[in-house]
């Protein structure tokens, strides 16, 4: 084994490509160009092999809320290693760390949700919440109630009930979505919206959820759900008429109500979740990313005291569950990444300070001539790139136009994530007011340099 510290980033590279495979990567082409090497990270910054600094407009992959180098989660993690690092809670056992968040999780969560299911990631809690809600109905004597109604074009993970869930065709194959399932029309205005206004078009698209219950009998469908804003999709901020809807619809057929929070949850919005954010009562809550800002793997589903007792009462055992299902060093650290987020006032300087800054200076950026919308809420946002800003028409695929801006970014200093051509990001809740004028004036560039380049 070499020692990787010594090796220079082509060195590394090498073996990356010969015994790596990356997640949501065309391997062979990765193989031409190499991967870019990370290697260190402080605040909102990080650092490629080439000792080049960037600003992580992404924050990792949405999850790094807190920042990078925060000693206390180092410290949390280390103290719980020392002293039991690993125990399961399988078979009546349990252990101080997951105890202490399970209290957490309770206390910063609306107030319906006062118990937690806990799994290693967003993908495992989605196909825990498939499981769930089939049994919660199957509970109450009401067996046919199985389906679970989704969205075209959401993002719920990579597992095979997840990957089901979610509504992205290029997910689809192979078996997948496994039956059961159902797609309605996301709530995606600017492309999708037509001649609509953005509230006729929400409340339509909300009531596709009302036709879909009524074509597949509402005995046979168990539950919605979806993204308060869809992130891997592009950062889709729902028409205000849409969630009044959706809500109407879940209550007046009785269907469960799942938000996803993975990408939403801890602070993204500027309150601890988009279910407070846009006023939404759900009876599961899926949390993941921004519950540990990502230092260690763990997620969550929350239960609402009614589904709660409904598989606490009524249920015997649930035959579900992972061996680090509520791992003690994952725990730890979460619970204290918790209490920093709440106790520094990080959630509500998101809400009140950088969050509006963030969306009032990227907002400029509509003037852009090849910037078609910009929409966010909070430190997420998208900057969708069209060749023709009246009619919203893309450019053709061909051109890559979303990556060019991303490369220009990433040359320039700042990751943001390319959704086709929909320039996407969610930066570290910590990032400071100069920090996003900085990230604004390299994707200013990066969107100039895109524009220069482009056949006229
Ligand atoms: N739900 C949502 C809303 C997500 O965004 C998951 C579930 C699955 O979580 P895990 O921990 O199993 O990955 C996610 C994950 C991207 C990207 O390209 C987004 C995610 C994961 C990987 C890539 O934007 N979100």
């Known amino acids: 084994m070499n020692d990787l510290q010594l090796l220079n980033t082509s060195e590394l590279q090498t073996i990356d490509n010969e015994f790596h495979l990356h997640p949501f990567t065309d391997t062979k082409h990765l193989h031409k160009v190499g991967s870019r090497i990370i290697t260190d990270a402080e605040g909102v910054y990080v650092w490629d092999s080439d000792g080049n600094k960037i600003i992580d407009g992404m924050a990792g992959l949405w999850c790094v809320n807190i920042g990078y180098g925060r000693e206390e989660l ?110 309605i029309q996301q709530p995606y205005w600017y492309r999708e919206g037509g001649d609509l206004d953005p509230n006729e078009f929400g409340k339509k698209t909300a009531q596709s959820l009302e036709e879909k219950i009524l074509e597949l009998g509402v005995e046979n469908v168990a539950a919605f759900i979806a993204e308060p804003i869809q992130g891997a999709g592009g950062v889709i901020v729902p028409p205000q008429s849409y969630w009044n809807e959706i809500s109407r619809i879940c209550e007046a057929y009785e269907i469960l109500f799942v938000a996803d929070e993975v990408i939403c949850g801890f602070g993204r919005t500027g309150k601890w979740f988009a279910t407070d954010y846009f006023g939404l009562n759900p009876d599961l809550m899926v949390l993941a990313k921004g519950l540990s800002s990502g230092y260690l793997p763990i997620a969550g589903v929350m239960l609402s005291d009614d589904v709660a007792s409904v598989m606490i009462e009524d249920g015997g055992e649930f035959a579900h569950g992972f061996t680090y299902s509520g791992h003690p060093v994952s725990c730890a650290v979460a619970s204290e990444n918790i209490r920093l987020l709440s106790e520094e006032g990080i959630v509500k300087n998101v809400g009140a300070e950088v969050g509006p800054y963030f969306q009032s200076r990227l907002a400029e950026l509509s003037q852009h001539p090849l910037v078609g919308e910009v929409r966010g809420v909070g430190l997420i946002a998208a900057i969708e790139l069209v060749e023709d800003k009246a009619t919203h028409h893309r450019f053709q695929s061909d051109l890559k136009v979303g990556i060019r801006c991303r490369d220009h970014a990433a040359n320039r200093g700042l990751i943001m994530r390319a959704v086709e051509d929909s320039m996407v990001l969610s930066p570290p809740l910590i990032i400071s007011k100069s920090q996003i004028d900085d990230l604004v004036d390299i994707a200013t560039d990066a969107l100039d340099e895109t524009l220069r380049e482009l056949p006229s």
């Open 74 to 183: 180092i410290e949390a993690a280390t103290r719980q290693l020392r002293k039991l690092p690993y125990y399961n809670t399988f078979f009546m056992t349990s252990h101080p760390p997951v105890i202490e968040l399970s209290q957490r999780l309770a206390e910063i969560t609306p107030s319906q949700f006062n118990h937690v299911f806990l799994t290693n990631s967003g993908s495992e809690a989605n196909d825990t919440v498939i499981r769930m809600v089939r049994r919660y109905w199957t509970l109450q004597g009401q067996e046919s109630k199985t389906v679970v109604i989704s969205r075209t074009n959401a993002y719920h993970g990579s597992t095979f009930g997840a990957a089901s869930l979610g509504g992205m065709s290029a997910m689809h194959e192979s078996g997948i979505p496994i039956p059961g399932i159902e797609h």
